[in-house]
């Protein structure tokens, strides 16, 4: 079976990198409102010409409606670098198709990702990057970073290779593109997946002006085998090599395909000089205007060759009962192409010397145009030939909302924000989302804890494909009320003890979920979920132990079932030898409880609702060993060492086995110059 080969984006950033490395100088300061870096984080502004240049790159992602930088160190921390699947950087359980690059849910309802819009990305988005997940750079000197990782055996790889390349062009104006390619073929039959994610982005930070721009492609291939053939195999596949476990389909394939423009601009307004506890006097702008455009492309793809050779061959029913148009070929198409442009203005706290608190308002305006598949109509009569008539159903929606937020994120000790957004005008008028938030920070004996709270009241009109859709094997018509939603949580931090206790839940009226034949429906009463956390890091010398642990309650299980436990344990020794090589030694462990886990649609790819069996109560076992030296750094990990032990089906999610034993290995190095 052919292995993955880098593709043309790699040669792209590699001529990026040729036309860009020269002469890099060291960035200017920059204030106010916009989104900006703190003047403790910045580089310093002047350098001697000739000097040599200390390596300093700082990174920062853009929050609260693109108006606000936060920065982050970039990665450098051997701690977890073994943990290389995205979806266990969401959440610490998740049900998924056994294999890196496929559909997942996330087991822990809170960490459930759901984007209005085109819910067909909803089980990729740990794969799929969106703005909120892009980070911009400040460099002192050019930063290249490669990633590789392998997974074998041979035959059935597990690749992936990553590039990351940004410079400062001169004090303002920072460019940078990176590139990704994820392969793998998947232990069992018909199982590949393969990810293509390349990004575009700069960022110009001047006195008054400042932008940030990026251009995101990302694209996925699976084939979808639509799990075990129970008839065929039996539910004993322990003893089985991976190929001779059969699988429903061979030739069934999803692509997904999404592409984005983004432009955030700002520009301060006035100035108000401000004062600090220490006498040092800023010049601030009293506040800073924003327009952000985006214009983003989804496309989805569900395909099958050679219909009838599923049908003929089935020792059981059949996968899809229904065909609606073609009985020979599978050849399923949505798009959704969408333009967003919102106005912003931000007045700074400083500049509220009475009340204490920042001010946001915002307009937004989004039109998206939806491509359906074009469905069949009666036949004429008279023809000599019978002849389909088909009717196009391609919409176009508009809306409009606008809302506001009161913040104060100054202060040593308590910080809020408080916001509302109203859908006034088009599709989705009568929505509105009413958001707020809180935390502090305080001495307790010689420790730092601080609570934390935060919430929502959400009114959302079901998005247009929970309400309408046709395809070759499923469609429905519905007509959906409003969901109803109340989120909140609280907790305790205590950042000295390396301890996080929390709890919360939801409570929704009017939830839509994905029902036993892969079509939405709609409850009638009020669900509840609850759930508590507890996160700990222990230190015993050179060992550590760091663990995650959810309780969970679902008070409808036949409409949202949840394992009740689910654990995560990583148990390691450190230390370093030669003064230079750090390593870390120690295995990762992964634990939830028996549940409904859910059955995978793959026409959708969305999880659906089953009562025939349960999953869980099987324990993952992990073990790597990390190694750091300068700027490398490098795992060994040996995946699923405990397979047999228990001896009983492992299953990820509802006729899914996850992966046997495999031997990885990754290494990611950072270049400053």
Same mark, same amino acid.
């Given at each position: 079976m052919q292995r993955f080969q880098p593709k043309y984006p790699i040669l792209l950033l590699s001529l990026f990198i040729t036309v860009l490395s020269y002469g890099q100088r060291t960035l200017g300061g920059a204030e106010g409102g916009r989104p900006q870096l703190g003047d403790n984080d910045r580089p310093d502004q002047q350098q001697q010409s000739g000097a040599s240049i200390k390596p300093d790159v700082r990174a920062w992602h853009l929050k609260d409606g693109y108006t606000f930088a936060d920065t982050t160190v970039v990665d450098t921390i051997s701690t977890g670098f073994q943990i290389f699947n995205p979806i266990y950087n969401k959440s610490i359980a998740n049900a998924y198709l056994g294999n890196m690059n496929t559909a997942y849910q996330s087991m822990i309802f809170e960490d459930r990702e759901n984007?209005?819009?085109?819910?067909?990305?909803?089980?990729?988005? %740990?794969?799929?990057?969106?703005?909120?997940?892009? &980070?911009?750079?400040? =460099?002192?000197?050019?930063?290249? !970073?490669? =990633?590789? !990782?392998?997974?074998?055996?041979?035959?059935?790889?597990?690749? !992936?290779?990553?590039?990351?390349? =940004?410079? #400062?062009?001169?004090? !303002?104006? #920072?460019? @940078? %593109?990176? &590139?990704?390619?994820?392969?793998?073929? @998947?232990? &069992?039959?018909?199982?590949? %997946?393969?990810?293509?994610? %390349?990004?575009?982005?700069?960022?110009?930070? @001047?006195?008054?002006?400042?932008?940030?721009?990026?251009?995101?492609?990302s694209k996925l291939k699976s084939l979808e085998n639509g799990g075990i053939d129970r008839n065929a195999t039996g539910n004993d596949f322990n003893n089985l090599e991976p190929e001779e476990v059969i699988m429903r389909f061979t030739t069934a394939e999803k692509i997904l395909t999404k592409r984005k423009l983004f432009f955030n601009q700002s520009l301060d307004i006035g100035n108000i000089t401000f004062t600090d506890k220490d006498s040092v006097e800023t010049v601030l702008p009293v506040g800073t205007a924003f327009h952000t455009f985006e214009f983003e492309q989804n496309q989805m793809e569900y395909n099958i060759s050679n219909l009838p050779s599923y049908y003929a061959s089935s020792t059981t029913a059949p996968f899809y009962p229904i065909i609606n148009s073609d009985t020979l070929q599978t050849r399923d198409s949505v798009r959704v192409n969408s333009l967003r442009n919102t106005f912003q203005i931000k007045f700074n706290e400083e500049a509220n010397s009475l009340l204490k608190f920042g001010l946001r308002a915002f307009i937004t305006n989004e039109a998206s145009f939806y491509r359906f598949p074009k469905r069949p109509t009666e036949f004429d009569e008279g023809d000599d030939f019978l002849t389909p008539h088909y009717v196009n159903t391609d919409t176009t929606l508009v809306t409009t909302a606008l809302g506001g937020q009161i913040f104060k994120n100054l202060g040593e000790n308590f910080w809020w924000n408080a916001g509302v957004k109203i859908y006034f005008q088009g599709y989705r008028a009568g929505d509105s989302e009413i958001t707020g938030a809180m935390s502090s920070s305080f001495r307790v004996l010689k420790d730092t804890a601080g609570f934390f709270a935060n919430g929502g009241i959400y009114l959302t009109t079901p998005e247009l494909f929970e309400t309408k859709y046709y395809s070759n094997h499923l469609e429905w018509d519905n007509n959906f009320g409003q969901k109803r939603t109340i989120q909140f949580k609280g907790g305790i931090r205590i950042p000295t003890k390396q301890l996080e206790i929390s709890a919360g839940g939801s409570l929704m009226n009017n939830y839509i979920y994905w029902n036993y034949d892969g079509t939405p429906s709609q409850t009638n009463g009020v669900i509840q979920v609850f759930n508590a956390n507890v996160k700990k890091l222990f230190k015993l010398g050179n060992f550590r132990i760091n663990n995650d642990a959810a309780l969970q309650y679902s008070s409808s299980e036949t409409v949202i079932p949840l394992p009740l436990f689910a654990y995560y344990n990583s148990t390691y020794y450190q230390n370093t030898l030669f003064k230079v090589l750090h390593f870390q030694i120690g295995f990762d462990f992964r634990y939830f409880t028996k549940y409904y886990a859910p059955f995978y649609m793959p026409a959708t790819g969305q999880f659906t609702v089953q009562n025939d069996e349960k999953v869980g109560d099987y324990p993952w076992v992990d073990v790597f060993l990390n190694f750091q030296l300068k700027r490398a750094r490098i795992y060994v990990k040996y995946d699923h060492v405990n397979q047999g032990y228990p001896d009983q089906p492992y299953y990820t999610t509802y006729n899914y086995p996850g992966n046997p034993r495999a031997l990885k290995f990754g290494v990611s190095w950072n270049f400053y110059d």
């Open positions: 984007k209005y819009g085109f819910l067909f990305f909803n089980s990729f988005l %740990a794969y799929m990057p969106d703005i909120d997940d892009l &980070y911009f750079y400040n =460099t002192k000197t050019p930063y290249i !970073n490669l =990633t590789y !990782n392998f997974g074998g055996p041979k035959r059935r790889s597990e690749e !992936n290779i990553s590039a990351l390349f =940004t410079q #400062n062009v001169n004090k !303002n104006l #920072n460019v @940078g %593109a990176s &590139y990704s390619l994820s392969s793998s073929l @998947g232990q &069992y039959s018909s199982q590949k %997946a393969e990810v293509d994610n %390349a990004k575009f982005f700069s960022s110009y930070d @001047g006195e008054k002006y400042s932008f940030q721009g990026a251009f995101l492609y």
